[in-house]
């Protein structure tokens, strides 16, 4: 999904080091991504992954344009070229609102 439905500069947030679903932040031009919304999106690739109960989750965040998925990988893995991390609380859907 992550290499068929987004652009380069959508940004990619997933869970680091643990199994889980990945949140995509859709890129509007010249205009910076939100602090606020980070969090939130990186609270929920956290709440969303093996990492849900832990006080705190690493979570990976990076323009798409970094995430490769080489064909040797398996299904779900992906090699990420470039990346921050944020450390943040995962929160369920309606936690963040």
């Given at each position: ?8 500069e959508d940004l990619w947030l997933?869970?680091?080091d643990v199994?889980?679903?990945h949140?995509?932040i859709?890129?509007?031009p ?5 602090k606020q ?7 929920l690739a ?11 989750q ?7 344009k ?9 299904v ?15 929160k ?6």
């Open positions: 999904l992550t290499q068929k439905y987004t652009y380069k997933h869970a680091r199994v889980g679903s949140v995509i859709k890129y509007q010249n205009k910076p991504f939100p919304v980070i969090e939130k999106a990186a609270s956290a709440y969303y992954s093996q990492g849900k109960n832990n006080s705190l690493p979570v990976i965040c990076t323009p798409k970094y995430v490769r998925k080489p064909k040797n990988l398996a779900g893995q992906v090699l990420i070229d470039k990346e921050d991390v944020v450390m943040i609380e995962p369920s859907f309606d936690e963040v609102l």
